[in-house]
């Protein structure tokens, strides 16, 4: 059965496509330390590497992306066919992206950079009528104590400090992004690997 131009257009007018950005300071060593190339993805680099809490943090000092363009962004993913953007707002590493008061290992406080591009960006889906959403890893956080997938900093990691993590950074993070950047059209969580199924659902209720 053959599909004609004008159905194959009507069909691709109707698809809900979105794109997905994954961005964080792991560009800064863009998949290579100490001068070695890195097996995998770029953004776990830290887990990959194991590279301790303390010398992966000096990567912000680094972070300085000047020329970023929410706008431009936004009109690279209209042109694209786009009805939604998602972005990283704190990726396995712990950083976050965006402005947050509940850690300081964030874009604004720790980098050169001092801008929160999730506003800005934030700002131009609505100017541009884009639906935006965040991708926040609730469980993996390699970073802080109490996040899982850090066996080299922090290997007598217990339940009790998983617990303080979620209360004391992922809970008020999420609160901080559902309620600074407008409205938000989804909260794209990952690999859940220590997270218990009553603690989901506290996020999910969230």
């Known amino acids: 059965m053959s599909i004609s131009d004008r159905d194959r257009l009507q069909w691709w007018s109707k698809a809900r496509f979105g794109m997905f950005i994954h961005w964080g300071i792991y560009s800064v060593p863009a998949g290579r330390w100490k001068d070695k190339k890195i097996a995998g993805i770029a953004e776990w680099l830290m887990h990959k590497a194991t590279v301790p809490v303390l010398e992966y943090e000096r990567l912000a000092s680094c972070f300085n992306p000047v020329q970023y363009d929410a706008e431009e962004w936004v009109n690279l993913a209209r042109q694209a066919g786009a009805k939604y953007i998602v972005i990283t707002s704190k990726h396995h590493d712990g950083f976050a992206i965006f402005d947050s008061s509940a850690s300081d290992y964030n874009i604004v406080s720790s980098t050169p ?4 591009p999730i506003k800005e960006l ?11 959403g965040f991708y926040y ?4 956080d390699w970073h802080h104590p109490g996040g899982s997938g850090n066996y080299w900093d922090y290997p007598k990691r217990t339940s009790a400090d998983f617990a303080n993590y979620l209360e004391e950074k992922v809970k008020p993070q999420l609160r901080e992004l559902l309620t600074s ?3 938000i059209s989804i909260i794209w969580f990952d690999t859940p690997y220590t997270i218990s199924h009553d603690q989901s659902v506290e996020l999910q209720q969230l």
């Open 137 to 140: 890893s609730q469980d993996q």
């Open 113 to 116: 950079f001092a801008r929160d």
């Open 122 to 132: 934030a700002e131009a889906c609505k100017k541009a009528g884009m639906k935006l």
């Open 181 to 183: 950047y407008g409205p």
